[in-house]
Each structure stands twice: as structure tokens, then as C-alpha cells.
């Protein structure tokens, strides 16, 4: 309380009288100033409780109160009419301009509008003149339209023993990170669902080196990209680690937290990686912790940069000869090939979106085109990616790692509009044969989908594991096994689907270890099981009696016999009768047995340890 009913105007707390802004006689508003005291080095106003005329002022500046000690009198004005109301007091007091600048905001506007890119003109055009995005174009083109909120622009470069502060503010704007909070995809799949942490590398700040209070502002990041469950989008070009910042003591710098805060999110939150142009060093050690990498054809990625190579005594090379496209697409660092950051960023929100739910409308091709997709010679190449577009929704096909292990597709899909991760064989390379590159495409690849609660659907088209010396000088026994290892452990479902071969200890793997193991496994009509080749057994079960027929040409014709035989024993309808697989389905029909036996809710994602990197 601090006035009584008789209008006395009393102390609110201890303190000290600093200034009084009335005297006796004078006419005051509702709310106006009248004692300013000071406290705990604070000062507080005491206003007026009402409009009316200053009766008597009992203190003086300097004077120490007490709380509930009298400071003045105010009396409500008399006769109506006289003087001011309360009601028009209270609203004279209370206008303002809402525009009225001051000084103090001015200044954080001023420093805030000093990093932004139309204050960088020069190194903006310069930017553009290579073909490529500025940090902050590349945000703005990721994130929905007025939801970026940054995180630490006022950072400045540790330099300030070495250039003027004015110059570091004006020359290292955010020390060269731009990052923070954002929605990507909110009109697809809702706010809520939306929400990321976004970072991006400046390239024209510093050659986008990581500096250390750009590593602090990382490190902030991912610890709230953790506490909240939050997909990060990193832009990593950049040419890693940078020895100017003399501000802070250091010896090797190797104290740094980010790069373990990144890679402990991997299996908790989808991570995505972009790299455009030059990215080295600590750069590439971030972008190879990321769940997928998609990357422009003119990226050149790298663990060390020209600088340390030669260095290193091992040569001199241009920044382009580091690492290429067509070194580091083939290899299987990079996920998806872009033309450059534009399609980059749109290649990215698709990406996040199959992990931020299911959406409402989607269309699909008619069904029965899948009936003819599998030529009924059974020796026929054909196109998987042909059954994939079709069976999935229209242009929702995304493939991972396309040019690396050809022998399996991996590939997010939708099918009515849900999301799954897919594998399948690719008889057009060594007959859907599993080499050691597939394995582990495949492998990491299912990793990936349990980790964010993905069902997995399989299509199976494959005479087994790739076998012989040249496949074992690549370790194909660790390799191959790793199939086994990871199905094992899965915990989202798996339908497969069996479009013509489904041979041996291959065929086992792409069902997660066994045909029991997925909650459906069902073949098309095309469909032949085994547990091993047709051929291959035939050869094997029956060479004595393939022997002792010496005219070749007759020799033929029983081999052909004895494979026909094989093939009526081994095709799905008899596999089927034996219940070894729970149906043989018009391919048209393929689209209801995912959706049905996957229908559950999915699995909530987070839980693993984490997605190997490879």
C-alpha cells in the first residue's frame, strides 16, 4: 500500500528520498511522478494514486524513509467539473508513441542490421557471382517464411588484441555461423512438427573457418536441438578450424565440444547435411556425422584442405581436386547429387518432411501397371525403380546413395501418404547379386529408418550374396553380415515383398534375417524361392547324373529339364502351399498389404544409439 484513504502518500519501502518532483499547491494526474526513492541501489518511482492538487510535501531530497513512512499529501479533486478526472487523467498519462525511438534500441538495431546482407553488398555480389547462395539467402529459402530466429548475430570474430572492434563487427558478422531456430515445412505437416535447429556456414566471413565463439554458438545449438528433440539442417562449406582467433588461450584447441554434441544427436534427431563449394576440415567432420548428405556437383569434401595437405608432405592440390562429385558421389559420402543450393535446399525440406509425419492428400499411378513390370521370361532384366515410382505415391520417391552399392535401392517413400523407408534389389546389376558396397548400403540405410520410426518395405529380387574371390578380397563375410546383425536388431516392422528371385542367405537377409521375420512376407506370381540359385543348384545336386550324359546337346536338354523341375518346386504358389510365405498377391494389389500389415502407429523415433556414418 502505498497511499492511505485520506490521500497521504507513503513510502513503499526503505529507502533514500533522491528526487522530488512536486511541491505544494501543484496539480497532478493519476499515476504521475511524484518521489523517486532509492533502494538497493535501485531507484523506484512513487506516483500519484489519483489526479488532484499536492496538499503538503513532508519530505526532502537526501531525507532516508521508512516503509509506510508519509511522503506527501495529495486531494482528490471537488466539485465535478474541476480539474481533471480521474478517467481523462489516466488516459492523457497513458499516450505515448509506440514508434518513439531510443537511443538504446537504435543501437541494437543498428548492430543487427550491420550482419544482414544487404549491408554486405560487396561480398554478397561476389557470392553470386560464383553461383551461389549467401548463408542467409539459404535460410530464408529452408525455413518458413518469418520464423528464423537467431541465435548469437552479435558475435564478432575472437579477435579483438589483434583489430578494432568497429572492424570486426563491420568484417566478421556472427563470426561466420548463422544459426537458430526455425519451422521447415509448417504448411505441410503443422507447426508443431516443424520445428528445427538450422545452422549455416558464411563462406564470405572468413573463408567460413570455424572460429571459436562460432563453435560456442554450435554447441548452444545442439544442446537445445537435444533438450527439445529437434532435426538440425547444417550448411557446412567452410574450410574447418581457424588459427587467428588470439582472444582466448589456447594450445591445440582440442577442448572443443561440437563436434562430440553432434554426433551424440545422431539416433535421436534426424540430422541433415549440405555441402555447396568448398568443405574441409572440421567442416566435413560435421557434415559426415549427418544422417544424410546431399551435396552440389561442384563440392569438393574433404578431411584435410590443400593448406594441410601439403602440409603434410603429400603434394600440392587445388581446392576442386580434393574431393569431387565424382569421387565422393560413387564412394558413398554423399547421399544426393544436387545442381547447386537451390535444389539443394528444396532436396533437404523434402527430406525432413518424410520424418515429420504422414499427410493428408496423395495420389498414386494405376496399380495394375505393376502386374507387367516383371517380364515373364524370368531370365529378363527389368527396371526396379519402374515398381518403385509406381507403387509408391506420385513424386514421392526420394533414393539415398544412387550412385553408390547399385546392387540395392534405398529410398524414403510414400505410400498413401505415410511415410517408409525402401530397399530393394537391383537386377540390373550382377543379377541383384549382394556385394559388400550393397550390404552396407543397406544396412545403414535400415538404421536410418528405425532411428526415426520408419516401417520398412523390401523388395526382393535376388539370387543371394555375391560370392567368389573377387568378392571376398572386400571382406564380403563382415560386410554381407552386417544385413543379419541390423535386421536382427530393428524395431520398426517390415513387409517384404518377393518380385521374382528369393534365393539363399541374400534372400534371408533382405527379410531381416529370416521370411518369418517381417509382419508379411508375400511374393507376386513371378515369384521362385530356394535356397539357392536354380541353376547353381541343379549344377550342384545333379552333376553326376549330368555327367554321365556325354552329347552335350543332350546334356543341355536334361539340364534345362531338371531346372524346369526346379522351378515348378521352388515357384511361390508352392511355396506358398507349404505356408513358407503367407501369400502369392496380384502385384496391384501390393500397395493394401504394406498399408494394412504396417498400419500401426509408428514407433516413436530417438532410442538407438545412434546411425553409423557409413
Known sequence: MDHDTNGAVLAPMLGTVVRVAVSDGARVRSGQQLVVLESMKMEHPVTAPHAGVVARVAVAEGDRVRRDQRLLDVVAHGAPGE????????????????????????????????GQDGRRPDAVAKRHDAGRRTARENIAALCDEGSFLEYGP???????????????IERTPADGLVGGLARVNGALVGKAAAQCAVLAYDATVLAGTQGAYNHLKKDRLFDVAARRGLPVVLYAEGGGGRPGDVDIPTVSGLQVMAFHLFAKLS???????????????????LLGCCDVVIATRDASIGMGGPAMIEGGGLGTFEPDEVGPIDVQAPNGVVDVVVADE??????AKRYLAYFQGSLAEWSSEDQRRLRQVVPENRVRVYDVRAVIDTLADTDSVLELRRDFGHGII???VRIEGKPYGLIANNPSHLGGAIDSDAADKASRFSQLCDTHGLPIVSLCDTPGFMVGPDAERTATVRHVSRMFVTGANLRVPM????????????????????????????????????????????????????????DPDERQRLFDQMVAMAYEHGKAL?????????DVIDPADTRRWITTTLADPPREPGGRAFVDTW
Open 83 to 114: 480539474g481533471d478526472t480521474d478517467q481523462q487523467a489516466d488516459a492523457e498519462y497513458a499516450e505515448y508513441d509506440l514508434d518513439e525511438a531510443r537511443a538504446d534500441l537504435d543501437e541494437v538495431r543498428r548492430r543487427h542490421a550491420i
Open 154 to 168: 552479435l558475435v564478432v570474430a575472437a579477435q579483438r588484441q589483434r583489430r578494432s572492434l568497429e572492424d570486426l
Open 267 to 285: 539416433g535421436q534427431v534426424p540430422l541433415v547435411g549440405i555441402a555447396s563449394g568448398r568443405c574441409f576440415a572440421g567442416n566435413a567432420a
Open 342 to 347: 537451390t535444389e539443394a535446399t528444396e532436396v
Open 410 to 412: 534405398t529410398a524414403l
Open 495 to 550: 513387409c517384404v515383398i518377393v518380385l521374382r528371385k528369393a534365393y539363399g542367405l541374400g534372400a534371408m537377409a533382405m527379410a531381416g534375417g529370416s521370411l518369418t521375420v517381417p509382419v508379411a512376407t508375400v511374393s507376386w506370381p513371378t515369384g521362385e524361392l530356394g535356397g539357392m540359385g536354380l541353376e547353381g543348384a541343379v549344377k550342384l545336386g545333379f552333376r553326376k547324373e549330368l555327367d554321365a550324359v556325354s
Open 574 to 582: 508352392n511355396a506358398a502351399s507349404v505356408f513358407e510365405i503367407d
